[in-house]
């Protein structure tokens, strides 16, 4: 299938007064129509900023140094403010993580939807009320005729982040970007958007990228999972591959901070460390100062995504005929590292 996005070796940098700081080096994935895409890690990781630039929101004097990000076959990296904002809401969709600071509190939620309706399509006044009742039906706002009238203080949180997903869908958009679009809601609430997003997905045949830290949202929602770490994505793949058997140590880390539900319990294993500091990311893997595998090679030089059974990870265990120095004896801590099956038994809105 023709991807719809394409995201082509996307580099954004922070030009400051000791140097120039890399934030998101050269990141590459592709979203077809219909599909949901999870980018995840810890914060720090480059998520957001990744999704900023795709929609033209970087904010000075963070800029893209590198990379083409593609629309339909349009590249879009590369337009001016007024161009972008023309795409942004007709073409492209976003939710945000915070549905109150996403709506303006002095105008109904009518007065916004039907702002946002008529500035990307050519209808009236009439025409575009008669569509934000619609959107709020198809969100699941019930007496929509009623809550139109309403201001965003007089709506839950879930029902104010329904309210930013119809404004998503505003214009039929064919991407739709949500940067942690359940993290401001509790477990039953989240539930419910999850399940909303992945009918439009289906229903619109609108390609979704959901950003966000939390692994049980991910494998709820994705088709495909892109983990970031310190700016770069360190495995890529299929969703049900990934939670299954998880390839990068950095991957198997996470699902093992996880508490499960299924009745099997177990202490839960933390990552040591945190995520480096954008001036004090170490040579070679980023990852490798955290790393119970790490050996000399992680140390010095840099993986690039490499297939494996599963999925494609950036880790020099799967680089097998090279992964020690010559005369070096293998080290039973250097293979591959295996997660027990993860799937249903994840606890979702545990943060990671």
Same mark, same amino acid.
């Given at each position: 299938?023709?991807?719809?996005? @394409?995201?082509?070796?996307?580099?954004?940098?922070?030009?400051?007064?000791?140097?120039?700081?890399?934030?998101?080096?050269?990141?590459?994935?592709?979203?077809?129509?219909?599909?949901?895409?999870?980018?995840?890690?810890?914060?720090?990781?480059?998520?957001?900023?990744?999704?900023?630039?795709?929609?033209?929101?970087? @904010?000075?004097?963070?800029?893209?140094?590198?990379?083409?990000?593609?629309?339909?076959?349009?590249?879009?990296?590369?337009?001016?403010?007024?161009?972008?904002?023309?795409?942004?809401?007709?073409?492209?969709?976003?939710?945000?993580?915070?549905?109150?600071?996403?709506?303006?509190?002095?105008?109904?939620?009518?007065?916004?939807?039907?702002?946002?309706?008529?500035?990307?399509?050519?209808?009236?006044?009439?025409?575009?009320?008669?569509?934000?009742?619609?959107?709020?039906?198809?969100?699941? =706002?019930?007496?929509?005729?009623?809550?139109?009238?309403?201001?965003?203080?007089?709506?839950?949180?879930?029902?104010?982040?329904?309210?930013?997903?119809?404004?998503?869908?505003?214009?039929?958009?064919?991407?739709?970007?949500?940067? @942690?679009?359940?993290?401001?809601?509790?477990?039953?609430?989240?539930?419910?958007?999850?399940?909303?997003?992945?009918?439009? #997905?289906?229903?619109?045949?609108?390609?979704?990228?959901?950003?966000?830290?939390?692994?049980?949202?991910?494998?709820?929602?994705?088709?495909?999972?892109?983990?970031?770490? !310190?700016?770069?994505?360190?495995?890529?793949?299929?969703?049900?591959?990934?939670?299954? !058997?998880?390839?990068?140590?950095?991957?198997? &880390?996470?699902?093992?901070?996880?508490?499960?539900?299924?009745?099997?319990?177990?202490?839960?294993?933390?990552? @040591? &460390?945190?995520?480096?500091?954008?001036?004090? =990311?170490?040579?070679? #893997?980023?990852?490798?100062?955290? #790393?119970?595998?790490?050996?000399?090679?992680?140390?010095?030089?840099?993986?690039?995504?490499?297939?494996?059974?599963?999925?494609?990870?950036? #880790?020099?265990?799967?680089?097998?005929?090279?992964?020690?120095?010559?005369?070096?004896?293998?080290?039973?801590?250097?293979?591959?590292?295996?997660?027990?099956?993860?799937?249903?038994?994840?606890?979702?809105?545990?943060?990671?």
């Amino acid at each position: 299938m023709t991807a719809l996005l @394409e995201v082509e070796h996307l580099r954004i940098e922070l030009p400051t007064r000791r140097g120039t700081l890399v934030a998101v080096d050269d990141v590459s994935f592709a979203i077809a129509p219909g599909e949901v895409l999870g980018v995840v890690g810890e914060s720090g990781a480059g998520k957001s900023l990744m999704q900023a630039a795709i929609i033209g929101l970087l @904010e000075p004097p963070l800029r893209i140094a590198g990379g083409q990000v593609r629309l339909a076959g349009r590249r879009i990296d590369n337009l001016s403010y007024e161009a972008m904002r023309r795409i942004r809401g007709k073409e492209i969709g976003a939710v945000f993580q915070d549905p109150l600071t996403s709506l303006n509190p002095l105008f109904t939620v009518g007065q916004q939807l039907t702002q946002t309706i008529r500035t990307h399509l050519d209808l009236g006044p009439g025409e575009a009320r008669q569509r934000a009742l619609l959107l709020l039906r198809e969100v699941g =706002i019930g007496r929509a005729e009623e809550r139109i009238d309403h201001y965003p203080h007089q709506f839950s949180g879930g029902m104010r982040q329904r309210v930013v997903i119809a404004l998503a869908l505003a214009a039929n958009p064919r991407l739709i970007v949500a940067d @942690e679009p359940t993290s401001a809601l509790d477990v039953s609430i989240q539930a419910q958007i999850i399940a909303l997003l992945q009918r439009l #997905c289906r229903e619109h045949n609108t390609a979704v990228m959901v950003v966000t830290h939390d692994m049980g949202v991910i494998a709820e929602i994705a088709d495909r999972v892109a983990v970031m770490y !310190a700016g770069r994505i360190v495995e890529s793949g299929p969703a049900r591959d990934i939670l299954a !058997a998880p390839r990068h140590p950095y991957t198997v &880390g996470l699902m093992q901070s996880i508490p499960r539900i299924d009745g099997q319990r177990g202490r839960l294993r933390q990552i @040591e &460390g945190s995520m480096p500091r954008l001036d004090e =990311i170490p040579p070679g #893997c980023p990852f490798h100062p955290r #790393c119970p595998h790490a050996f000399d090679r992680c140390r010095h030089e840099r993986p690039d995504l490499m297939s494996t059974d599963a999925s494609d990870a950036a #880790c020099w265990l799967y680089d097998a005929p090279n992964s020690h120095s010559p005369g070096e004896s293998r080290d039973p801590s250097r293979s591959p590292p295996t997660s027990e099956p993860v799937g249903p038994g994840f606890r979702r809105g545990h943060q990671t």
